[in-house]
T-cell receptor, first 112, second 113 residues
Framework: GENVEQHPSTLSVQEGDSAVIKCTYSDSASNYFPWYKQELGKRPQLIIDIRSNVGEKKDQRIAVTLNKTAKHFSLHITETQPEDSAVYFCAAMGTAGNKLTFGGGTRVLVKP | KAGVTQTPRYLIKTRGQQVTLSCSPISGHRSVSWYQQTPGQGLQFLFEYFSETQRNKGNFPGRFSGRQFSNSRSEMNVSTLELGDSALYLC????????????FGPGTRLLVL
């Protein structure tokens, strides 16, 4: 089955700096890659997603890149703010229904 | 539209008991997926229901089961509870086809004593 690895597991950045989280997946048939942000005690919230026919997608301070050949995708957060502090999860989905395989999560701490 | 809702939000059970959790998807969504979240194992897929049929199943023992009703509401059941079943159980709904965005509910936090 699909396997998603996520790095780093923790990330501490200074406010205003950029944060980058990287994920690799194993199933070349995967074609949908969402990123979720989960604050303490809250539900995972979708922040951005990308499909396999697109190499890059941007939404304000957040961008995601996808390299299908290498089977990896990354989340970039620019101009980080304290409210960006949370756990971020990458995930991959194939074509057989709505089954998401998640990475292990990255705990991001933005220091003021 | 109202978001995904789950009941109950918190639950305490003892080993050997069974539990039923409920999920109401976003209006119009027909796919409901269930996930287990634990500090050690992270977010793991349990199963997905679409139009009252199980479409996908994760690697969990048969003690974990689910169903979906004609109004797309879904329930999951865990029988013969074990301490290791303590977790946050999340459901997510999506509109229809595979590869659609999934929106999560607030989860049910289950503690097994």
């Amino acid at each position: 089955g699909e396997n998603v690895e996520q790095h780093p597991s923790t990330l501490s950045v200074q406010e205003g700096d950029s944060a980058v989280i990287k994920c690799t997946y194993s199933d070349s048939a995967s074609n949908y890659f969402p990123w979720y942000k989960q604050e303490l005690g809250k539900r995972p919230q979708l922040i951005i997603d990308i499909r396999s026919n697109v190499g890059e997608k941007k939404d304000q301070r957040i961008a995601v890149t996808l390299n299908k050949t290498a089977k990896h995708f990354s989340l970039h957060i620019t101009e980080t703010q304290p409210e960006d502090s949370a756990v971020y999860f990458c995930a991959a989905m194939g074509t057989a229904g709505n089954k998401l395989t998640f990475g292990g999560g990255t705990r991001v701490l933005v220091k003021p | 539209k109202a978001g995904v809702t789950q009941t109950p939000r918190y639950l305490i059970k003892t080993r050997g008991q069974q539990v039923t959790l409920s999920c109401s998807p976003i209006s119009g969504h027909r796919s409901v997926s269930w996930y287990q979240q634990t500090p050690g194992q992270g977010l793991q897929f349990l199963f997905e229901y679409f139009s009252e049929t199980q479409r996908n199943k994760g690697n969990f023992p048969g003690r974990f089961s689910g169903r979906q009703f004609s109004n797309s509401r879904s329930e999951m059941n865990v029988s013969t509870l074990e301490l290791g079943d303590s977790a946050l159980y999340l459901c997510a709904s999506s509109s229809m086809t595979a590869g659609e965005t999934q929106y999560f509910g607030p989860g049910t936090r289950l503690l097994v004593l």
